[in-house]
């Protein structure tokens, strides 16, 4: 697979295409920051208006399966850096690998961010009628818990599905390796990484400190 | 009399070369298109659709209001009327006209690139928007939603009846669009310029696409949480803004406002650039002051993220907010007080040419000062308590989007018509309707000023008869306004089988998108262009306008004593 391949419409050369690439997905990432900003400009609000009653309620969410999806998540990020790598230089059965690796991972996140879900529906922590804790303003903590951490799976799906497609592609060799495609995939990968590790302690450690 | 002789030395055949426009004729050559020009005309199409249902719903507001009883419309049909009238004007005709149809058009051309940084992008961004609009439609047909286009809490989450979901969820996916488009934009102008063209010879509607799609990747996501959380409110009663479980309504209107304000300047910045190419070049002067255009095109862009507290001064912010949101809203107002001017002094000793994209051009230049003056009457706190909620602020938006953003759109296509169909319209019925369509909106929107002042409250339909003489003043001149606006349709559409075949630089304009065919060819050029000097080379840097070779300056008042 040479370059040319790789090569497509407004573009002159392959480097400047690769810049293209990485500079819109970063133009887009400063849009996502600022989407979950939003939120989490609301969650400021309302943890500095009702601290005692936000402590209390992230005491109810499940540190056990936060922090294991923390590590999952960050190992994922680990492989999805070394399979764009792999695939920059080429190295096309370890791009393969890697990429699997990511989705395996990220597989295991979702699979134990259900887990948890079931959990929390049983403690009834779902907002409304016959809630768990009896504060009203505890409520407005879990409606950001569930609304931030389903956002957030929302981006882990997209994120699986783009990864999956790139295998895919690659594996059938329909993709070259030279495609900025896998570096633009990461940088969104670990955005989404990113993202966790805030809402980790704001979800999980507030309250527990 | 040259005049007529040169026009009919232009032979009336149709171009040798293929152009972009028969490359490919059948539907799916339209609708898998990923040339930006196509994409373009094809929102083109969609918008004009929103355009007329947007329309149509101003159309029912007028009637109902010439007489002061509600006659036409009951109390929850105006409230429908007015919101779908601003969801959609909003979000499905002013923030998409000039950055799409424009915009997508030109942007590569003018900075001398064969197309968008992400065609296939640009397509899909198409397509979202086009389902955003089935929603939007989805939501008039399923009976509207009463809540005024703020979404405002806990009315739009508790106690509205009509399609809060389906309007907030078209809105939501409108936003990708959005967001998609400037993504795209950003990328174009950072990566395809073409060789010598740097950032400082850039024309200034490439800088105002660009500042546009800075705050639009930057507010646009915004929206989309806030809207996430009223739906979430509201389809599964999660708290966010509910009071009675500690919400704070309040809240929301910061994040809304934070967002929609920057919107106005994502209406209003491209019309900057629209003017600012029309007014050089039906001048013949380079622009005055290029850097501090762009400039202050940008501080636009930034200090226009920082005043959204002024559309709250009455919802209970603190006075302190208030008095730092104010200040920071005249201070917004520099950057286009410096704009206003420069335009004015562009035309100074300028040889000016009356042609219909200028009258727009011009009264644009009126219609928005009248806008942004009456704005820092509503950023000013007094002021703003005593005409919060009245037809004053209505008036004062719409000279800003409707005298300013829809003229420039109006005065952009009639000067950009001849490139992107390859045909002329007809000049002198561009002019009548120009002409018509700045004194149409004067007597439609002026006397809203009045009465605002008077105190007509917004968003009433049954009102005290006191205000009845300029409620009819204002539908009479809307009527003048709707001609105004379905005459071009009329005049471009037959342009497009029996105008004139259009010369590649009509207007003997400056820009790389002149120097290429009319219409352009399927990758804009046949050469890739490179850039030698800056934009608007009317005339020598040094040596002002010609004019100035022909007949010197006279002071007005009579004759100057001259050395002999």
């Known amino acids: ?209 | 009399m040259s005049d007529v002789t040169a026009e009919r030395a232009i032979p009336d055949t149709p171009p040798a070369e293929e152009n972009y426009l028969t490359a490919g004729t059948s539907l799916a050559s339209w609708l898998l298109t990923t040339d930006h020009k196509r994409v373009a005309l094809l929102y083109m199409a969609t918008i004009t659709v929103f355009f007329f249902l947007g329309g149509a719903a101003a159309v029912m507001m007028r009637i109902e209001l010439v007489t002061p009883q509600g006659d036409l419309l009951s109390d929850d049909a105006y409230n429908r009327a007015f919101t779908f009238h601003g969801v959609v004007m909003v979000w499905f005709f002013l923030i998409p006209s000039i950055p799409n149809i424009l915009g997508n058009f030109l942007l590569p051309l003018m900075i001398g690139a064969k197309d968008l940084a992400f065609p296939r992008l640009n397509l899909l961004s198409w397509y979202i928007f086009v389902i955003a609009g089935i929603l939007a439609i989805y939501t008039l047909l399923a009976g509207g939603v009463d809540t005024g286009w703020t979404f405002y809490t806990p009315l739009s989450t508790a106690f509205a009846n009509g399609q809060v979901l389906a309007a907030a969820a078209a809105v939501f996916v409108a936003g990708f669009s959005t967001i998609a488009t400037s993504v795209n934009f950003i990328a174009t102008v950072h990566l395809l310029r073409a060789p010598g063209l740097t950032w400082l010879r850039l024309p200034l509607f490439v800088w105002a696409i660009y500042a546009t799609s800075i705050v639009m990747v930057l507010a646009t996501p915004v929206l989309a949480m806030v809207l996430l959380l009223i739906f979430a409110e509201r389809a599964f009663g999660i708290p966010i803004f509910d009071p009675l479980r500690g919400g704070d309504p309040i809240l929301f209107q910061h994040l809304f406002w934070f967002y929609s304000h920057p919107a106005v300047y994502i209406m209003i910045l491209p019309s900057f650039g629209v003017i600012s190419e029309l007014v050089t070049c039906f001048a013949r002067r380079r622009v005055f002051g290029y850097n501090f255009m762009v400039y202050a095109i940008l501080w636009i862009a930034l200090v226009g993220f920082l005043v959204w507290g002024h559309h709250m001064f009455v919802s209970g912010q603190s006075m302190l907010a208030n008095l730092v949101f104010s200040f920071l809203s005249f201070v917004v107002a520099v950057p286009s007080a410096i704009k206003v001017f420069n335009w004015t002094s562009t035309l100074y000793r300028g040889q000016i040419v009356f042609d219909a994209a200028m009258i727009y051009a011009l009264g644009f230049i009126g219609l928005f000062t009248i806008g942004g003056l009456t704005g820092l009457f509503l950023a000013s706190v007094p002021v703003d308590v005593h005409v919060t909620d009245t037809y004053f602020v209505v008036a004062h938006f719409h000279y800003i989007m409707v005298g300013g953003a829809v003229s420039a759109l109006y005065g952009g296509l009639t000067f950009w018509w001849p490139k992107i169909t390859g045909r002329m319209h007809p000049e002198s019925w561009a002019r009548f309707a120009a002409i018509l369509m700045f004194f149409g909106f004067g007597f439609t929107f002026f006397p809203m000023f009045i009465m605002g002042f008077l105190g007509m409250p917004r968003r009433y339909h049954i009102y005290a008869p006191e205000y009845q003489i300029w409620h009819v003043l204002a539908s009479a001149g809307a009527v003048l306004l709707a001609v105004a606006y379905l005459l071009p349709m009329g005049y471009f559409g037959w342009s497009l089988f029996r105008g004139r075949r259009a010369t590649a630089n009509p207007w003997g304009a400056t820009g790389l998108e002149w120097q290429t065919s009319s219409p352009p060819p399927k990758e804009n050029f046949f050469a890739p262009p490179v850039v030698l000097q800056g934009p608007y080379n009317y005339h020598p840097e040094h040596a002002g306008p010609p004019s100035l070779e022909r007949e010197p300056h006279e002071p007005q008042g009579g004759p100057t004593e001259r050395a002999p």
Request: some cysteine; overall charge positive; aromatic content about 14%.
């Open chain 1, 1 to 209: 697979m040479s370059g040319a391949a790789a090569l497509r419409k407004p573009y002159r050369s392959l480097r400047r295409q690769r810049e293209a690439a990485e500079f819109g997905l970063w133009v887009f990432l400063g849009s996502e920051v600022m989407f979950f900003a939003g939120a989490l400009t609301a969650y400021a609000v309302y943890r500095a208006l009702w601290a005692e009653a936000f402590t209390a309620a992230a005491r109810e969410t499940s540190i056990f399966y936060g922090t294991l999806n923390t590590a999952i998540l960050l190992t994922s990020s680990l492989a999805m850096a070394a399979a764009a790598e792999a695939a920059r230089a080429g190295l096309r059965r370890m791009t393969l690998r890697c990429l699997g690796l990511t989705i395996a991972l990220g597989l295991a996140f979702l699979a134990v961010k259900g887990l948890e879900y079931r959990e929390d529906i049983q403690k009834h922590l779902v907002p409304g009628n016959g809630f768990a804790l009896a504060e009203p303003k505890a409520q407005i903590f879990f409606a950001f818990y569930w609304l931030l951490t389903g956002v957030h799976a929302l981006h882990m799906v997209i994120g699986l599905g783009v990864v999956a497609t790139l295998l895919v592609q690659a594996w059938r060799r329909r993709r070259p390796l030279a495609s900025p495609a896998f570096e633009a995939a990461g940088l969104y990968w670990h955005f989404v990484d990113i993202v966790w590790i805030v809402l980790y302690p704001l979800l999980y450690l507030a309250g527990r400190a």
